[in-house]
């Protein structure tokens, strides 16, 4: 909490014999704020190309963190990884669809230029 704390102060305390320390923090209004978790789209849970990829890509994860002791830290290394191929999959997909659309479009322009 070093770089949170702004100010320090010893101040004397009337009715104790012990002194009494201020801290003066920073609050949240300060700090940046990146992304604070990641939401898994259960929807890719029915896509068999996705669950196979994880099925694929877990056991070079499992290798990857196989030093890693603490069972808490390797389920969010393991949630991390999961978390970065469920993004670049669905950004993936959505560029096959918006690319798809776009053809369909095309083409339905052609055909009514035609007509």
């Excluded at 830290?73 to 950004?91: G, H, P």
């Amino acid at each position: 909490m070093q770089e949170d704390i702004d100010n320090v102060d010893v101040i004397p305390s009337r009715k104790s014999d012990h002194s009494a320390i201020v801290l003066s923090i920073n609050g949240l209004e300060n700090r940046s704020c990146g992304p604070s978790f990641c939401r898994l789209n259960s929807s890719l849970l029915d896509n068999e190309e996705y669950v196979s990829l994880i099925n694929m890509t877990y056991p070079l994860w499992n290798e990857e963190f196989k030093e890693v002791t603490d069972p808490r830290l390797f389920w969010d290394l393991m949630k991390y990884r999961i978390c970065q191929e469920s993004i670049s999959y669905s950004k993936q997909k959505a560029n096959e669809r918006r690319s798809k659309m776009a053809t369909l479009e095309a083409k339905l322009n052609d055909c009514q230029k035609n007509m």
